[in-house]
């Protein structure tokens, strides 16, 4: 039998499949780089003035290059940078820093200190094509400039890895800001390689991801889909990009079963209006107001005319079933539900890092 991890929050679950019913693993590919180029390229940083670092979210690579950048400030003395991050991941990223580093709430709401230099992992995105700093920052600080790049959306299914007219939405958006970024390319393996400029430069690291991530593996019956990691299944809404990534895989009437522990809940105030009855399926075609999350729910309801959806996570079966969506108990309960409602010899994909692999 062979033994597959999977992430799932803050640890790995194992899941268990027979030889017979296990079609494919898929894993994130690609040649990760070594400590000495990871320091000469930040090297290529001027360690000498004064540098707030924004950790835009938590991941074993960002916590690579922090380290390595404090390493390189203790060696050549320079001072450290002051590290910034958003409340909620607060304690996450500091258990990640070297000891006695201090770290402080980014609750900012200007960005045109040209100190900052902001830190974020690239993944795909189903409305913007990439995840980047600047779909990062335009999400977090562009609420008017959002409902733009909502409108210039690529229709009503998801365009992870196309370069859309609403990625050129967020660029155009950073382009007001006189800031930095490091933009991380990274597989399951460790950072493959990585940006340093301003966000709307260090958007050519698509091509890097593009370069390891695209996987050609036709369409299947049934698929299993771990984010592989943390930070892309904290919420339901984060945790959906996957599953966008591996949708053009995925058979007419098939079956997709997405591994996302969710610990932080729903993460989408659009989702949250929905599930509240609040926000209805018509009003998300031409908004007049931009509501986070708006794109996720739409491309979830069309996406749900092809294939069902199966989810494991801690989510209330509430909310799984307003979604339209299996809420399975837990990993085993996937494999179980695949055999029951889909023969003895059903065999599955499984996906183990769905947030850095694009499949077609």
Known sequence: MPEIWLNYGGTDVVLDIKAENLEQKIDSDGKTIDDSKINEKLNTLD???PMELVVLHNSKSIQKIVSSLFTLCEQKSKPFPKILTEKKILNLVKAGLPEGISINEF???D???SNLVFLAEMEFDGMFGYETISTRLIKKFGLDSMLSAYAKRHGNYP????YTESLEEAKKFSNNFEIQGIEIVANSQGIIDFSIGHPSETLSATKILESHSIKDVGQHKTMIISTGKDASNDNFGKSLSSLWNCSNAIKKDGLAILVAECKSGLGSNAIQQYVEDRLTLDQLQ?????IDGMED???LSEI???FQIGLVSILPEFYAKKLDVISLQGIKYSMDYILKTQGM???AVVVTDGARTLLR
């Open 159 to 162: 365009s992870p890895g196309q």
């Open 111 to 113: 960005i045109s200190n």
């Open 107 to 109: 609750d900012d709401t």
């Open 345 to 347: 010899r059903q065999k």
């Open 304 to 306: 749900q005319k092809n």
């Open 47 to 49: 360690l000498s003035k």
């Open 297 to 299: 729910l739409l491309f």
């Open 286 to 290: 031409n908004p007049t107001k931009y």
